[in-house]
């Protein structure tokens, strides 16, 4: 299989407060690690590109485009919630986050990647139609999943979202769009409270209980999202991968373990085989356990060279 992986080193210049755990020493502990196993030099490196405005606009509205603009700072930080800040950089790392997506749609449909995993920040998978919050601006997935829509031969897609907490901003997006199934699997109760009882046939939702471990985490995957993969038939898988569903994250209470990453891209790259030509494109939402995070995204990357 052909991986191609797409980041940019201008993400790294998003920086919100100090210790702030979204912190650009997520991005190089990933590349550290796929640097000292060797799995760098099987991967397709590519350079991500910004997202362009009629892109961001198939998942979020010009008015709240505008305001993201807006509070843009020249030096220091501004806030779009307590959790969510800018500083003079962060404007470029989110269209680049969103751009790398739209780039790994393109280059899985036009043949040149077989799958793609995009190593960008700030996460995406909580900023909502028309709201930031999470740590998330533009939601980077949705944008990818508007632009493949917009792809010849694409009339349905699937949106896999194994983060710890839930992926209430693609839900909000895509609730109302019967062409895109989303299934999220989280902690629950849990961050952010928004949109996890929400009964739409489009929408799975897994919540799981604090202390969660392998064996029923794995069993209410399948439980819930093979299924619904079944009766979508999706054209495309795009997935939200979040790695704080780790035992070791600082952030949450579920208790996976590196191998868990590894099955479920798996079991992703299983279905994408089986429904759409293998056209997988992941995209990096969290996970703050430095070692945890690098480790689980090379047994996540394994999976999909291996496809």
């Known amino acids: 299989m052909t991986t191609a992986l797409i980041s940019h080193v201008d993400c790294e210049l998003h920086q919100m407060s100090a210790g702030h755990p979204e912190s650009p020493e997520r991005l190089r502990a990933i590349h550290r690690q796929l640097e000292l196993s060797g799995m760098l030099e099987r991967l397709d490196l590519l350079v991500a ?8 606009e198939l998942a979020h509205p010009d008015h709240y485009i505008d305001a993201i603009c807006d509070l843009h700072p020249e030096r220091g930080l501004s806030y779009a919630d307590p959790d969510t800040a800018l500083n003079p950089h962060s404007l470029r790392a989110a269209d680049l986050a969103a751009g790398a997506v739209v780039q790994g749609v393109d280059r899985v449909l036009d043949g040149l990647a077989d799958n793609v995993f ?12 028309d709201a930031a919050m999470g740590f998330c601006l533009f939601n980077n997935v949705a944008t990818g999943a508007g632009w493949a829509l917009q792809r010849p031969g694409v009339k349905r897609v699937a ?10 901003g693609t839900v909000d997006i895509f609730k109302d769009r019967p062409d895109v199934l989303v299934c999220s699997s989280f902690q629950f109760p849990f961050y952010p409270f928004r949109f996890q009882d929400i009964d739409k046939p489009n929408i799975v939702n897994t919540p799981l209980p604090a202390g969660t471990g ?8 399948e439980r819930d999202w093979l299924p619904a993969l079944a009766t979508h038939r999706p054209d495309m898988i795009l997935v939200s991968a979040g790695f704080d569903a780790h035992r070791d994250d ?14 479920i891209g798996g079991l992703i790259m299983d279905a994408a085989k089986r429904y759409c030509e293998g056209r997988v494109v992941s995209v990096l939402e969290g996970g703050y356990n430095l070692n945890a995070l690098g480790r689980s995204v090379q047994a996540y990357i394994e999976a999909m060279l291996e496809g």
């Open 118 to 129: 995009c190593a960008v920040r700030p996460p995406g998978h909580h900023a909502e139609h």
């Open 159 to 168: 949106v896999l979202d194994f983060d710890v907490h839930h992926g209430n």
């Open 214 to 221: 392998s064996a029923a985490f794995r069993q209410a995957i």
């Open 250 to 263: 600082p952030l949450a209470e579920l208790m996976l373990d590196d191998e868990d990453f590894g099955w």
């Open 49 to 56: 590109s910004p997202a362009s405005r009629a892109q961001l």
